[in-house]
Nanobody
């Protein structure tokens, strides 16, 4: 059984930083992309960042480029999202997703096959 468990969210002031983590278990994701999405109240789940396990190529939404950094630890089956220079508009539930599409890194939520329960990030102004 595949499990993704996010952690690291919280309440932070604008300009602050957080590091989110995603622990994957139940299978080896060594060949598959992993992504972070976020969903604010009343809005659709949106793509934030993604990374290939092998090679480590990274992909970002334009809105977070230069502030967010996705990384992974293959040995630990972990994915991280470093969030810097937080803005109030970054407030959302952040979800970790795993895709079974080996050679394709999706930017839509329906291109990911497994999800964690989410972790809340709240940025105060």
């Amino acid at each position: 059984q595949v499990q993704l468990v996010e952690a690291g969210g919280g309440l932070v002031q604008a300009g602050g930083s957080l590091r989110l983590s995603c622990a994957a278990s139940g299978r080896t994701f060594s060949s598959y992309p992993m992504g972070w999405f976020r969903q604010a109240p009343g809005k659709q789940r949106e793509f934030v960042a993604a990374i290939r396990w092998i090679g480590g190529s990274t992909y970002y939404a334009d809105s977070v480029k230069g502030r967010f950094t996705i990384s992974r630890d293959n040995a630990k089956n972990m994915v991280y999202l470093q969030i810097d220079s937080l803005k109030p508009e970054d407030t959302a539930v952040y979800y970790c997703g795993a895709s079974l599409r080996v050679n394709y890194v999706g930017r839509r939520w329906d291109e990911y096959d497994y999800w964690g329960q989410g972790t809340q990030v709240t940025v105060s102004s």
